[in-house]
């Protein structure tokens, strides 16, 4: 249940400026997660590191070679293309 108050923290401090004024003169995460319950959002210091680390995580993957390998071939618009690609293809053999 906390990590949707942390999501829904974030989105009020982005879209409130005097928030948003006070979560920029927070020093620490202790100041943070004061700010966030004072103004009703139950964050605690757990869902600001699963936070951290899963920020973490999906930066490397979008960087990674193997993210690549997850994605499908290019979708091809021309029927022309891909017919011309399989008349190329070698043929079995009769025997």
């Known amino acids: 249940m906390s990590r949707e108050a942390l999501r829904d923290f974030l989105?009020?401090?982005e879209h409130h400026q005097g928030l948003r004024r006070d979560?920029?003169?927070c020093?620490?995460?202790d100041q943070l997660l004061a700010l966030a319950r004072r103004h009703g959002f139950?964050?605690?210091?757990?869902?600001l590191c699963d936070d951290a680390?899963?920020?973490a995580i999906t930066s490397w993957f979008e960087t990674s070679r193997i993210q690549r390998s997850f994605q499908s071939?290019?979708?091809q618009s021309n029927p022309s293309q891909s017919t011309a690609s399989q008349s190329t293809a070698p043929q079995p053999q009769k025997t």
């Open 23 to 25: 979560a920029a003169q």
């Open 11 to 13: 989105r009020a401090v």
């Open 53 to 55: 680390r899963e920020s």
């Open 42 to 47: 139950n964050v605690i210091q757990r869902d």
């Open 27 to 29: 020093r620490d995460d």
């Open 73 to 75: 071939p290019p979708f």
